[in-house]
Nanobody, 123 residues
């Protein structure tokens, strides 16, 4: 079984920063890419950012580009999401995911998901 454990969520004022972490563990799996998604109640889960594990190529949703940074620590099997200049509209539950079934990371179906971590940005 593959486990993804997120941490780092919390309450922050608009303009502030948070760093999310997602640690992967368990049986061997295809760690070709990891991604962050977010979801607000009543809305569909949306892509935030992704990273190709071996080469480090990164991809971002337009809404977070230049404010968020995704990076990974290979020895620790951990992916991070550094979120700066946070806005109230960034409020959501953030999920990490891995093992995409297709090559286009922003639209792929992922085999494994974390439990989510709440990020709340106050105005």
């Amino acid at each position: 079984q593959v486990q993804l454990v997120e941490s780092g969520g919390g309450l922050v004022q608009a303009g502030g920063s948070l760093r999310l972490s997602c640690a992967a563990s368990g049986r061997s799996f295809s760690r070709n890419a990891m991604a962050w998604f977010r979801q607000v109640p009543g809305k569909e889960r949306e892509f935030v950012a992704a990273i190709r594990w071996s080469v480090g190529d990164t991809y971002y949703a337009d809404s977070v580009k230049s404010r968020f940074t995704i990076f990974r620590d290979i020895p620790k099997n951990t992916v991070y999401l550094q979120m700066n200049s946070l806005k109230p509209e960034d409020t959501a539950v953030y999920y990490c995911a891995t093992e995409p079934r297709t090559a286009v990371l922003r639209t792929a179906t992922y085999n494994y998901w974390g439990q989510g971590t709440q990020v709340t940005v106050s105005s």
